[in-house]
Each structure stands twice: as structure tokens, then as C-alpha cells.
């Protein structure tokens, strides 16, 4: 009984005037910054769809939430240092059939990130792996990773200049906790035998902590040439690397190239087309 008296006191028997400008700032008190600012015209659209006190909470809470995901995602894509405007969706299968579909599809889903796993996308220049590793980290800031994506010669700067740091500082580091790092154009150049213990180090830390994705030019058998040749250095790094690994080969022609040839192309076709049209001009027919 006493608990009954205490509910009707704290309820109000006749609803009163909506104060709108009360109700926004206890959202934002809430932290519900969207919901707050669009709070008058959300009122409005229950008004006019007959939503109900339930119906429109509902719909508030779930506009909330989905700004929320819109604002993590940019602010991992931001963090993470990926490039922009390379996604699965505007990757050319067609043109590169050396690459399943099927597959990075299952690893768009980043089951192999939850299990630390590694992948390695090797091939010539051109074919589309910083493509495909710029967006599977898209994919995984999506999903909830953390992600830090490097050029290779950007990162190696970053390890020496935290050469000297205690390992409880080198462990909060961004290439160090990041749930995937991405290490961009291996092989190209290769590392001093101090950059390729520095970079062992990174490798043996991450190892079974966080995912690395390494695009190179260089299939698996040459990878001794990046690292100063020190055979011992490479299967060291070789082994955590491969260790319930994914690994791609691409074979096939440059994007870069077929860009290049479409360009002479229509270059020659305008030349013709202009050469068409002097020839009738100079000579015109009847």
C-alpha cells in the first residue's frame, strides 16, 4: 500500500504541456546530442505517423544508435591513417581473376582477426593489394577493430624512433595495440639488418595479440633479400607470420597499366577524330 502511495505521488495524474526546451536538455544531459537537436522535428513526425509515447522513443533510441556507429566508424577510419576511397564494392574481380570473390568475402567478415591471424597479399605491382588490404581494414573498422596503417617506410621511421622505449610504453602504441595492423609495400627496398630486427620485434610481439596484413611484391621465397639477408632474422619472422596465415598470390595485369593504355587510347582516338575533321574541313563534300 505504502509503495502504491509512493508511485502516485511520484506520477502525474494529467499529462501537461510537452516543454520541449526541458526535454532537450535532459538529452543532452544523456548524451543524446542527434536526439536533442532534432527533437522538434521528431515530435512532429509522431505527431503526423500516430506513433504513441512508445513508437516514438523506439524510433529516437534507434536513430541515436545509429549516429553513434556513424561517428565510431569515422573516427576509427580517421585514426587508423587508411587511405580513402578503396572498398570490396569497387574492387574489379573481373579484371583480376586471380582473386576469389568467395574469398574475401570470408575475410571481410574478420573472423581471422578475431583470431589473430595474419594475411599476406603478394604479388607484382599493380594487381590490387593495397586495394584489397586498404579495404579489408574499411571492413574492420566497420566491424569494431581498431586499425593503424602503414607504408613501410613510415613505420620502420616509427620503430626506430621508439627503439629506446620501455616495453610498457612500446606496448601502448598504436602500431603495437591495434587490433589489426596493415604494413603496406614490402620488398621494394631492402631493410638494414637494424630495420629488420626492429621489425622482427614488432612481429614477435603481435604475435598472437593483434593481426598484421603485409602487402609485397616479393613471394614468400625471396622475402630473405628484404631482410638483409639474414636467413635466420627471416624464418624467425617467417614463422609467427605464416602460422595459421592467409595468403594470397595475385597474377595478373597492372590497374596502372590498363589505366595508362585507356589513356593513350583516347588520346589516339581524338588525334583520329581531329585529323577526320581538318580532312572535311580542307575538302568538303557536296
Not at 590490387?128 to 607504408?151: N, Q, W
Request: one cysteine or more; a positive charge.
Amino acid at each position: 500500500m505504502t509503495v502504491n502511495k509512493r508511485l502516485t505521488s511520484v506520477l502525474p495524474v494529467k499529462a501537461g504541456k510537452v516543454d520541449v526546451d526541458s526535454l532537450r536538455s535532459r538529452l543532452e544531459e544523456l548524451g543524446l546530442t542527434f536526439a536533442a537537436e532534432q527533437l522538434p522535428l521528431l515530435l512532429a513526425e509522431a505527431v503526423q505517423e500516430d506513433l504513441g509515447p512508445t513508437g516514438l522513443l523506439e524510433h529516437i533510441l534507434g536513430l541515436e544508435s545509429e549516429r553513434r556507429e556513424e561517428r565510431r566508424v569515422r573516427m576509427g577510419l580517421r585514426l587508423s591513417g587508411l587511405p580513402t576511397g578503396q572498398t570490396i564494392a569497387n574492387f574489379d574481380f573481373a579484371f583480376q581473376p586471380s582473386v576469389e570473390r568467395s574469398r574475401i568475402e570470408a575475410l571481410a567478415t574478420c573472423a581471422w582477426i578475431v583470431k589473430q591471424r595474419s594475411l599476406l597479399l603478394l604479388g607484382p605491382p599493380g594487381v590490387g593489394k593495397t586495394h584489397l588490404a586498404i579495404a579489408l581494414g574499411v571492413r574492420a573498422v566497420e566491424s569494431g577493430f581498431s586499425v593503424a596503417f602503414y607504408r613501410l617506410e613510415e613505420l620502420l621511421y616509427l620503430l626506430g624512433n621508439d627503439e629506446q622505449v620501455s616495453p610498457g610504453r612500446l606496448r601502448r602504441k598504436k602500431y603495437m595495440k591495434a587490433g589489426l595492423l596493415i604494413v603496406d609495400e614490402m620488398g621494394f627496398q631492402p631493410l638494414s639488418r637494424q630495420d629488420a630486427n626492429r621489425f622482427f620485434r614488432l612481429v614477435s610481439y603481435r604475435y598472437g595479440r593483434g593481426s598484421i596484413c603485409i602487402t609485397s611484391n616479393k613471394a614468400i621465397r625471396e622475402w630473405s633479400e628484404m631482410f638483409a639477408g639474414d636467413e635466420a632474422i627471416t624464418a624467425a619472422i617467417l614463422d609467427r607470420l605464416l602460422h595459421n596465415s592467409h595468403v594470397l598470390s595475385i597474377r595478373g595485369r597492372s590497374y596502372r597499366l590498363r589505366e595508362l593504355e585507356d589513356l593513350l587510347q583516347q588520346q589516339d582516338t581524338s588525334k583520329e577524330e581531329k585529323g577526320v575533321a581538318m580532312e572535311h574541313t580542307v575538302n568538303p563534300t557536296s
